[in-house]
T-cell receptor, first 111, second 113 residues
Framework: AQSVTQPDIHITVSEGASLELRCNYS??????LFWYVQSPGQGLQLLLK??????LVQGIKGFEAEFKRSQSSFNLRKPSVHWSDAAEYFC?????????FGGGTRLMVKP | SAVISQKPSRDICQRGTSLTIQCQVD?????MFWYRQQPGQSLTLIAT?????????ESGFVIDKFPISRPNLTFSTLTVSNMSPEDSSIYLC??????????FGPGTRLTVT
């Protein structure tokens, strides 16, 4: 069965600083990989997805993620964080028509 | 991407009662999914609902507690039955896109007292 690990439960960055959120997955083949964001009191919004091709994928709101097969990772990055990026971020893998989520990383942004 | 709405957006219920949550999609979809997000936790899949067939429940979830209806290709309901405070969660429905991503509704925030 597939699993997803987000090692960092909380991350605090200063506004304007760069950001990297880590995600590791466990699955026998290449899965479909996703990052979602959940703002307080909101549903989940899809930031980006990887299913084949270029291992560096661009998403909405200036986010990007890089798929590294050798490390079973799909880390999310943003070069300059804005205060409005404060939210919960979830990495997810779809393998066999089932979406499995990581535990989430809560991002706080300092002014 | 699909536009999904849920009703109610939030509710406060007494233990022992039941609540039915509605999920409406703006396009026809084959599969709809129901998730639970307990306070401060990630999402856990409750069941997958296909139109015209019984819902498929994940381990730890049973039909008697979470009956699901799927009367057509744009609508589904989830009922949380005989509620206890442990059922206090956000309940989300979702649909699958063309490349196995899922699009989520805004969620229903349930508090059981």
């Amino acid at each position: 069965a597939q699993s997803v690990t987000q090692p960092d439960i909380h991350i605090t960055v200063s506004e304007g600083a760069s950001l990297e959120l880590r995600c590791n997955y466990s699955y026998g083949a290449t899965p479909y990989l996703f990052w979602y964001v959940q703002s307080p009191g909101q549903g989940l919004q899809l930031l980006l997805k990887y299913f084949s091709g270029d291992t560096l994928v661009q998403g909405i709101k200036g986010f990007e993620a890089e798929f590294k097969r050798s490390q079973s990772s799909f880390n999310l990055r943003k070069p300059s964080v804005h205060w409005s990026d404060a939210a919960e971020y979830f990495c997810a893998v779809n393998a066999g028509n089932m979406l499995t989520f990581g535990g989430g990383t809560r991002l706080m942004v300092k002014p | 991407s699909a536009v999904i709405s849920q009703k109610p957006s939030r509710d406060i219920c007494q233990r022992g009662t039941s609540l039915t949550i509605q999920c409406q999609v703006d396009s026809q979809v084959t599969m709809m999914f129901w998730y639970r997000q307990q306070p401060g936790q990630s999402l856990t899949l409750i069941a997958t609902a296909n139109q015209g067939s019984e819902a498929t429940y994940e381990s730890g979830f049973v039909i008697d507690k979470f009956p699901i209806s799927r009367p057509n290709l744009t609508f589904s309901t989830l009922t949380v039955s005989n509620m206890s405070p442990e059922d206090s969660s956000i309940y989300l429905c979702s649909v699958e896109g063309l490349t196995y991503e899922q699009y989520f509704g805004p969620g229903t925030r349930l508090t059981v007292t």
